[in-house]
């Protein structure tokens, strides 16, 4: 049982990450492609699954449409978030992660990644809960939400800068 985290891979994670992310120039030119989550982290263990965040601009119900046809499997639809997997949500390389550019969603998925990145007190704390919540279940969901509240708390604490005291 549990979700199986994995030695950081950096090499084959930006390699994984550079070539979606050269595919995605193509079908949605424009579009902001970013590597998210811990496989963007280095020196942090995580799922062999390599998140990308791509912003577009305007209504995300066209990038929805582009991906889908070009074989990445839709997961998720909302308002302001989708998300797709590659090969397929069976057997998951990449998540893609579409939102619209700039908004609070995107922007907590870009500051996250670079608190663990400049910070190594938040990092190895991140990991403590994340290896915890990793062991008791399988189910994704449960998974995130066991994450939450350090994520909330890094991110609070990177914002403002109390990143030396607290960590």
Do not use: C
Request: proline residues 4%.
């Amino acid at each position: 049982m549990g979700i199986e985290l994995v030695a950081p891979e950096p090499d084959r994670w930006r390699a994984r990450f550079v070539q979606h992310r050269a595919i995605v120039a193509v079908l949605l030119p424009g579009a902001v492609v970013s590597h998210i989550g811990s496989t963007a982290v280095p020196g942090l263990a995580a799922k062999d699954i390599v998140d990308i965040l791509v912003e577009v601009t305007g209504e995300i119900e066209r990038a929805v449409h582009v991906l889908g046809d070009a074989g990445y499997d839709l997961e998720g639809l909302r308002a302001d978030h989708a998300w797709f997997s590659h090969p397929n949500r069976a057997a998951r390389g990449v998540v893609v992660h579409v939102m619209s550019r700039d908004s609070d969603r995107a922007r907590d998925r870009l500051d996250f990644r670079d608190a663990l990145r400049a910070h190594p007190g938040m990092r190895a704390e991140y990991l403590r809960v994340k290896r915890a919540a990793a062991v008791t279940t399988e189910d994704w969901g449960v998974y995130t939400a066991a994450k939450a509240e350090i994520v909330a708390r890094i991110l609070a604490d990177y914002r403002r800068g109390e990143t030396r005291l607290s960590w």
